[in-house]
């Protein structure tokens, strides 16, 4: 399992928390059928998103993935994000994120 965090604060009074992220998964597997490897991200512990090897794809190209946040519960608070990938003992998935942004209105 490898493990990426980082913290920000979020504005009080804020109605809108959006993520996006880019998202590359090179995966050796061959199944597009069934979740071997897995890659999830959280907001504060609560899991907000679930890429497989499923979501392979060709080539080098990033997918720009976009993720509204609960505005309610983290609305003044410190959010921890956090992106957490996992592989079974089999074929290996690299997921690699980049250009991660967090907006607020």
Known sequence: ?????????????????????????????????????????SANGTVVGTYSNEDGTIGTAYAVKTIALNAAALSGQTVTLTFSGKEDASLPTAFDIDDVTVTTN
């Open 1 to 41: 399992t490898d493990t990426v965090s980082q913290t920000f604060n979020v504005p009080a009074g804020k109605t809108t928390v959006t993520l996006k992220f880019s998202l590359h998964v090179n995966t050796r597997e061959v199944s597009k059928v069934r979740m071997f490897d897995t890659m999830t991200v």
